[in-house]
């Protein structure tokens, strides 16, 4: 047994434009962007706090294939969300469904090539 509960997540991930990223956290996914060092920026929406860095020359996620899902996140009204990043020009990868294992889910690839699940329980 460990001790310890986990309490909350964050996400820490590299990015080649950190201003690219940021308009698309921003203006896509409805996140609010904020500086938080010298290249570094956050994106937080509800109880999600992505914190991340410009990395001009690291691997693009895009090139890590299915392995470039970062994040699983839950959603309070995922038809009003998936409907609003759908008409914002999102990249839909998963169209939304109802999934065996009770969720209803969609997935977007972000302008950085990263893969992002949003879910509601069914």
């Known amino acids: 047994m460990f001790p310890g509960t986990v309490t909350s997540a964050r996400f820490v991930i590299g990015v080649p434009d950190l201003e690219v990223s940021a308009a698309f956290y921003r203006e896509v996914l409805g996140f609010e962007v904020a500086d938080m060092a010298p290249?570094?920026?956050t994106y937080r929406r509800g109880g999600c706090l992505i914190m991340a860095g410009a990395e001009p020359d690291a691997l693009r996620p895009s090139q890590l294939g299915d392995h470039s899902y970062f994040a699983y996140m839950l959603v309070d009204d995922?038809?009003?969300?998936?409907e609003a990043?759908?008409?914002a020009?999102?990249?839909i990868r998963k169209a939304l469904r109802a999934e065996p294992w009770g969720m209803r889910e969609f997935a977007v690839e972000t302008v950085d090539g990263h893969r992002i699940?949003?879910?509601?329980?069914?």
Do not use: E, H, L, N
């Open 39 to 41: 290249g570094w920026k």
């Open 78 to 82: 995922i038809d009003a969300y998936f």
């Open 89 to 91: 020009g999102a990249r």
């Open 117 to 122: 699940m949003f879910a509601q329980p069914v």
């Open 85 to 87: 990043v759908r008409a």
